[in-house]
């Protein structure tokens, strides 16, 4: 009895001065049902949940009662609440609830379950009779938000869905779309995708921070990103290995060290070389040309002749260039 005094503390009375009575009742007399089921009273007899029901609606429910012109010890429960409804609720306009239903939009704030449940409860006074569960499902789809244009699109694709069918894809998408957000995040994508690849053996073209240079550029591919490597798969001319281009191949990089190493070993040998080679070229007045005539004697003729050494200029001593600049003045 107790439980009861504690259910009956927790139910309001009926806002009589609601701008709108007609959801004021229907709100109340719902929550007045779940009473009497909680309280185990629903299958009391109709004189006792006739007494409840006025008892908790307020005292203006009596003045209500009286202009119904009803005996209280007659009249069955079932009567008194088709009474109450008539009264609360008048005859809806339905050209305008139609209009509210068909001009529903879902707003950025909304998720897709409240805004299903608001054109839903908008179609009740609507009169759609069998066509509702059909007409809902069509304005759900058109009157989707900006934000969800991908999930009309794919609704839009389908020839023959329902109404729970279409909130079912509309929730799935959104759920896809928040799992991926929450994958972007570089620890959970990072631990996520190593353990998958190492579970099924399988490289997910992840680049982690240990394919990073100190510059931040990827040490496969030489460039800056966040996700599949563009150098998966490929094939390194220089090396012919995979994944990896030429340009960051290992092996490139030790042979430019040390073509670099020898230069610098060799930068203080450079003014003894400089004293025994000469570069150039030569022609008949002893100085730099791209030509390189000399002359000839063949079957007792001079006959002056161009050295062809395949290249534009030649490496030699100081010692045989100046040789021939000796001979050369000779002939003349």
């Given amino acids: 009895m107790e439980e009861k005094h504690q259910i009956a503390a927790a ?32 299958t009391e007899p109709d004189k006792r949940k006739v007494a409840l029901l006025l008892h908790h609606l307020g005292s203006q429910s009596l003045e209500i009662f009286n202009s119904f012109d009803m005996d209280i010890d007659t009249v069955t429960y079932e009567d008194l609440v088709r009474m109450l409804g008539s009264h609360f609720t008048p005859k809806a306009n339905i050209v305008m609830e139609r209009h509210r239903f068909f001009t529903c939009k879902q707003q950025d704030n909304q998720t897709i379950d409240e805004y299903v449940t608001i054109l839903r409860n908008l179609s009740l006074n609507c009169e759609f009779g069998d066509l509702k569960n059909d007409l809902v499902r069509d304005i759900f789809i058109c009157g989707l938000s900006q934000k969800h244009y991908n999930i009309k699109e794919r609704l839009l694709t389908e020839d023959k869905i329902n109404l729970e069918k279409s909130i079912e894809i509309a929730n799935n998408i959104v759920l896809a779309k928040s799992n991926a957000a929450m994958l972007q995040e570089d620890g959970f994508m990072e631990g996520s995708i190593n353990a998958m690849s190492k579970k099924s053996g399988r490289m997910y073209g992840y680049n982690s921070n240990n394919t990073k240079s100190e510059s931040g550029k990827c040490k ?10 563009p150098a998966e798969g490929a094939k390194c001319f220089k090396c012919g290995k995979l994944n990896h281009f030429a340009r960051v191949c290992i092996n490139r990089r030790k042979f430019v060290k040390q073509m670099q190493a020898e230069e610098e070993a060799n930068d203080g040998d450079d003014d003894d070389q400089n004293s025994d080679l000469f570069v150039g070229v030569l022609n008949k007045r002893g100085k730099s040309s791209t030509e390189w005539n000399v002359h ?9 002749c161009q050295v062809d050494t395949g290249a534009q200029a030649n490496i030699m001593s100081v010692d045989t260039a100046g040789m021939l600049k000796i001979k050369d003045k000779l002939k003349k």
């Fill in 11 to 42: 139910l309001p009375m009926m806002d009589f001065k609601a701008t709108n009575l007609a959801k004021e009742w229907k709100t109340w007399h719902t929550k007045f049902k779940i009473f009497l089921r909680a309280s185990n009273l629903e």
């Fill in 220 to 229: 496969k591919c030489g460039q800056s990103h966040k996700y599949n490597c």
């Fill in 296 to 304: 000839a004697v063949i079957n007792d003729k001079m006959i002056q």
